[in-house]
């Protein structure tokens, strides 16, 4: 079950365009994967309710509310060809102090226990620990700890305090620490909301809706069309470099329920590929064009790695294409939790969002992609559905 979790995480990092009618770039999956930077993935054992699905590098993993963290397990994906070492790694378990170094996906602990964990420890070895450093911290007594990296304690054992989330990151040796101003931003007990924007990029809109988001400290979900993306790459870039997700919509636009298994492969690999390409992110998150989707797409995505996202409040912009209407759908009805749909091509839909990002900032939420919501919410699993993440 651990080996199909992380072939579905890796398939959704590395999956690649596959040519339909000339207009899908190609590029084989293997080569994909070869460009792709090692990355840390890691799960948390849920007192009563089991294993979060893997978190991807640097990603907040979490316990959802009522319940506590009693067990860690953590892998690679991306590893170099050839370069022998694993990831190992061990917990400071609430009344048996340390436990015994494990690696590779394996459980830190005994699952039937009910004592919290109150420290780990993270290290690489092999040929990995002369290439690579591995950074890691907890969220203890309310407040992320300072990076912990190759072995050091994260976490304050012996004093009663339980660990409340875990980061990993793998970084090149001597790289110097991951960013930390995007997780490191977000309180868990303020309320967040995720706007999304669909459909682009479009030039007169998206670049003013990122500059709103930058001048309110906010970030954003994009969902690409694929073959809008080399026109503008800038943007695509852009929205990393500012924290924002980016995120899938098809390559053209194309419902999922009308595609074999094939085509979906290649409309999102394809968009994958052109959104990489433009940013250095591949997207992990899909949104179905319309809303539409069936068991057959969803087990389509699940083997790609990838959740399919919808949305709690439709703004329907992209029927009224009026500012005020768009403005009062959000700022009427938007509930801690929420997942916002927009669509960045149309005027009215920039002027909505100038409105919109600053005035849920004045009203205390914080602005969160869609992937950083999930994260401090209980987590998101390939294939599934999610509308909202509301307590």
Not at 164 to 177: L, M, N, Q
Not at 320 to 339: E, F, H, M, P, W
Request: proline share 4%; with cysteine; charged share 15%.
């Amino acid at each position: 079950m651990i080996k199909k979790v992380i072939v579905k995480l890796m398939a959704g990092l590395a999956c690649a365009g596959i040519c339909a009618g000339g207009s899908l770039m190609t590029a084989r999956a293997d080569e994909t994967a070869a460009q792709e930077p090692m990355k840390a993935i890691y799960s948390t054992y849920q007192f009563g309710q089991g294993w979060k699905p893997y978190v991807n590098d640097n990603m907040p993993c979490l316990p959802a509310a009522g319940t506590y963290i009693t067990g860690m397990k953590a892998s690679l994906v991306n590893q170099p060809e050839g370069m022998t070492g694993t990831i190992a790694y061990k917990v400071n378990l609430s009344g048996s102090g340390w436990l015994d170094w494990v690696e590779n996906a394996a459980d830190s602990n005994q699952t039937d226990t009910d004592m919290p964990l109150e420290a780990v420890s993270v290290k690489l070895t092999g040929q990995l620990e002369e290439n690579y450093d591995i950074y890691y911290k907890v969220l203890q007594n309310g407040a992320w700890t300072e990076w912990a990296m190759n072995g050091a304690e994260a976490g304050a054992s012996g004093v009663g305090q339980k660990i409340d989330g875990i980061r990993i990151s793998a970084v090149a040796k001597g790289a110097g620490e991951p960013e930390d101003s995007v997780f490191g931003a977000i309180d868990p007990n303020r309320p967040m909301v995720a706007l999304t924007f669909d459909d682009g990029p479009q030039t007169g809109v998206t670049n003013r809706i990122l500059a709103s988001l930058a001048a309110n400290g906010g970030r954003a979900t994009f969902f690409m069309v694929g073959n809008r993306v080399p026109g503008h790459a800038a943007y695509v870039k852009q929205m990393a470099d500012q924290g924002c997700e980016v995120a899938n919509h098809t390559y053209d636009h194309k419902y999922l329920t009308s595609l074999s298994a094939d085509g979906i492969i290649s409309q999102v690999g394809a968009t994958n590929q052109v959104i990489a390409n433009a940013s250095g992110v591949t997207p992990t998150l899909l949104r179905p064009c319309g809303g539409y989707y069936n068991a057959a797409s969803l087990e389509t995505l699940g083997n790609m790695g990838m959740p399919a996202i919808m949305w709690s409040i439709d703004t329907r912009d992209w029927k009224t294409r009026n500012t005020q209407s768009t403005v009062n759908a959000v700022l009427n009805n938007v509930k801690d939790g929420d997942i916002v749909l927009m669509h960045d091509l149309y005027t009215a839909t920039g002027d909505a969002a100038e409105i919109i990002i600053p005035a849920l900032t004045e009203r205390g939420y914080q602005l969160v992609t869609v992937s950083e919501l999930a994260a401090y919410r209980g987590g998101m699993a390939p294939g599934h559905v999610y509308n909202s993440f509301r307590r």
